[in-house]
Structures are given as structure tokens and as C-alpha cells.
């Protein structure tokens, strides 16, 4: 089986700055796209930035310029630095892949998702 698991959400001061980590484990064949998704409280899923497994990027408008996506092919492991954090950033990070692994002798592709880690923004 594969498994996302994201660490390093908190609570932190507006201005401030947090770095999510996303590490991918399990019978993995090959890590396509990464992304990161939020979910404010009463709000839809939202895409944040998302990462090719070539290095592209790609960020939503409320947050170029403030964070940064990137991603280490050799752990599997992808991360958001975020800065200069505001208060509407508040929300539960989710952290998304395109995964492929073994399954009946083919490679499957499927999208998998972590169990997500809450950042608040607050003075």
C-alpha cells in the first residue's frame, strides 16, 4: 500500500513562516505531480501549489511570491516553505499525489491523499 504523511503545520504569528513536509512510502513504483490543497473552515477544497516530478511549479495567486513548493525525488518527499504567513491562510493542508506502483503485473496509477495538518495563523 502507499501512504502520504504531512508534518509540520502549528500555530504561528502573521509574518511568520512554516515548512510542511509530505513523505510518500510504501510499494511505490514511480511519484508523478505532488500538490498541496487547503481547507478553511466552511470552505471547498482549494488547490495551493503544485509540482511536476521534472520540477515545474505552479502557485494559486493568493499565495506567489509568499511560498514555495519543491520536492526531493530521491525520499519522496515534497515540501511548502511558507512566509510571511497571513491570518486567511488559516486552514487544514493537504498534501496530494499521483502515484504509481505494482499491482497485477502493471504499474497503476492512482491519486492519493494525506490525512492532512492543520496551520493557524494568529496573533
Known amino acids: 500500500q502507499v501512504q502520504l504523511v504531512e508534518s509540520g503545520g502549528g500555530l504561528v504569528q502573521p509574518g511568520g513562516s512554516l515548512r510542511l513536509s509530505c513523505a510518500a512510502s510504501?510499494?511505490?513504483?514511480?511519484?508523478?505531480?505532488m500538490a498541496w490543497y487547503r481547507q478553511a473552515p466552511e470552505a471547498e477544497r482549494q488547490l495551493v501549489a503544485s509540482i511536476t516530478s521534472g520540477g515545474g511549479t505552479n502557485y494559486a495567486e493568493s499565495v506567489k511570491g509568499r511560498f514555495t513548493i519543491s520536492r526531493d525525488n530521491a525520499k519522496n518527499t515534497m515540501y511548502l516553505q511558507m512566509n510571511s504567513l497571513k491570518p486567511e491562510d488559516t486552514a487544514v493542508y493537504y498534501c496530494?499525489?499521483?502515484?504509481?506502483?505494482?499491482?497485477?503485473?502493471?504499474?497503476?496509477?492512482?491519486?492519493?491523499w494525506g490525512q492532512g495538518t492543520q496551520v493557524t495563523v494568529s496573533s
Open positions: 510504501g510499494s511505490i513504483f514511480s511519484v508523478n505531480a
Open positions: 496530494n499525489a499521483n502515484i504509481g506502483r505494482w499491482a497485477l503485473m502493471r504499474i497503476r496509477t492512482d491519486d492519493y
